[in-house]
C-alpha cells in the first residue's frame, strides 16, 4: 500500500514514516495541505493521514477539496491529530475520515489502525 502522511511538524513525519514502513508499505510525507494536493496530482495513493491543524489550510480543508474529486473517491483517509474534542472528531467524520488518531502518537496503537485502513 502507499501512504500519503502530511503534517506541519517534521518529528511526526519521521516517526509515522518509520512505523509504516516497517510495516513495508511506502511512504511519502508532505508538510501542508497545498503540496498534498499538488502531490496526489501527481502520484497515486491508497492510505492518506493526515494532520488537522496546520498552517494556510487545515487538514479538515485538504479533506474537503480531495472528497470534492471523483477519481479520489476510493483513498482512505484518517486524521492524526491533537485535536481530541467531539466537536472535531464528529466534522471529520461527517467529512468521511475512516479514523480519527489522537496524538500523541501510541505505536501499538497507530499500526493497529494503520492496518485496518489496509485491510479497507
Same mark, same amino acid.
Given at each position: 500500500m502507499k501512504f500519503l502522511i502530511v503534517d506541519d511538524d517534521p518529528s511526526i513525519l519521521k516517526i509515522t514514516e518509520k512505523l509504516i514502513g516497517m510495516n513495508g508499505h511506502e511512504?511519502?510525507?508532505?508538510?501542508? %495541505?497545498l503540496d498534498a494536493i499538488q502531490t496526489i496530482s501527481d502520484l497515486s495513493f491508497d492510505i492518506l493521514i493526515t494532520d488537522a491543524t496546520? =498552517?494556510?489550510?487545515? !487538514?479538515?480543508?485538504?479533506?474537503? *477539496?480531495?472528497? +470534492?474529486? %471523483?477519481? #479520489?473517491?476510493? #483513498?482512505?483517509?484518517?486524521?492524526? *491529530? !491533537?485535536r481530541s474534542e467531539k466537536s472535531d472528531i464528529e466534522q471529520a467524520m461527517e467529512l468521511g475520515v475512516q479514523d480519527y488518531i489522537? +496524538? =500523541?502518537?501510541? =505505536?501499538?496503537?497507530?499500526?493497529? +489502525?494503520?492496518e485496518r485502513l489496509v485491510e479497507r
Open positions: 511512504v511519502v510525507c508532505c508538510e501542508n %495541505a496546520m =498552517p494556510a489550510h487545515s !487538514g479538515f480543508d485538504l479533506i474537503r *477539496t480531495l472528497r +470534492k474529486r %471523483a477519481e #479520489l473517491s476510493y #483513498l482512505s483517509i484518517a486524521m492524526l *491529530t !491533537g489522537v +496524538k =500523541p502518537i501510541e =505505536p501499538e496503537l497507530f499500526l493497529e +489502525k494503520v
